[in-house]
T-cell receptor, first 114, second 111 residues
């Protein structure tokens, strides 16, 4: 059974640029959620995808968008990058009904915005 | 909205001593609660979860947590700390199919 993998592991961007982060779900998991973890903070929920549709969103602006593909892999896109977007971005996969289940996390993509 | 509060952003214990990490939740109905651990440069890993069955929940690596409704608490304990327990620990609560995390407590183990 393969775990959750994310790419790239580290990247540096400048203000105003766009970034795409990628995530491959754990085998058999059909739900993917994305979290932003700023330095010294807990993960903050960005959004969640189930069967290629967004089915939950946290308090993030529309310039944060995502996709889920038929193989359940996912992308997080961030447009017009701001300095405060610098963070570790975590992808987590789960079976549907995360409420009582558990999330399986990747190791994250660390984004630095200069 | 649900939330969790973790008391103490840093906790230091000696190797072999009791580990106690505190978490309080805000909920008017019995929530589902979780503890996750994050080792350096790694993603989060589930330690244990409470889903309204037994109030004392046992997890991996010798950790356990007790759900106390009267105190709205879900504190994490381990009888004897090991150097490998040094990590960041997050308490979390579920809300509408998403999980909300606390700010975390970094556990330091002193030799």
């Amino acid at each position: 059974e393969t775990g959750v993998t994310q790419s790239p592991t580290h990247l540096i961007k400048t203000r105003g640029q766009q970034v795409t982060l990628r995530c491959s779900s754990q085998s058999g998991h059909n739900t993917v959620s994305w979290y932003q973890q700023a330095l010294g903070q807990g993960p903050q929920f960005i959004f969640q995808y189930y069967r290629e549709e967004e089915n939950g969103r946290g308090n993030f602006p529309p310039r944060f968008s995502g996709l889920q593909f038929p193989n359940y892999s996912s992308e997080l896109n961030v447009n017009a990058l701001e300095l405060d977007d610098s963070a570790l971005y975590l992808c987590a996969s789960s079976l549907v009904g995360v409420r009582t289940g558990e999330l399986f996390f990747g190791e994250g993509s660390r984004l630095t915005v200069l | 909205a649900q939330s969790v509060t973790q008391l103490g952003s840093h906790v230091s214990v000696s190797e072999g001593a009791l580990v106690l990490l505190r978490c309080n939740y805000s909920s008017s109905v019995p929530p589902y609660l979780f503890w996750y651990v994050q080792y350096p440069n790694q993603g989060l890993q589930l330690l244990l979860k409470y889903t309204s069955a037994a109030t004392l929940v046992k997890g991996i690596n010798g950790f356990e947590a007790e759900f106390k409704k009267s105190e709205t608490s879900f504190h994490l304990t381990k009888p004897s700390a090991h150097m490998s327990d040094a990590a960041e620990y997050f308490c979390a609560v579920s809300e509408h199919d998403k999980i909300i995390f606390g700010k975390g407590t970094r556990l330091h183990i002193l030799p």
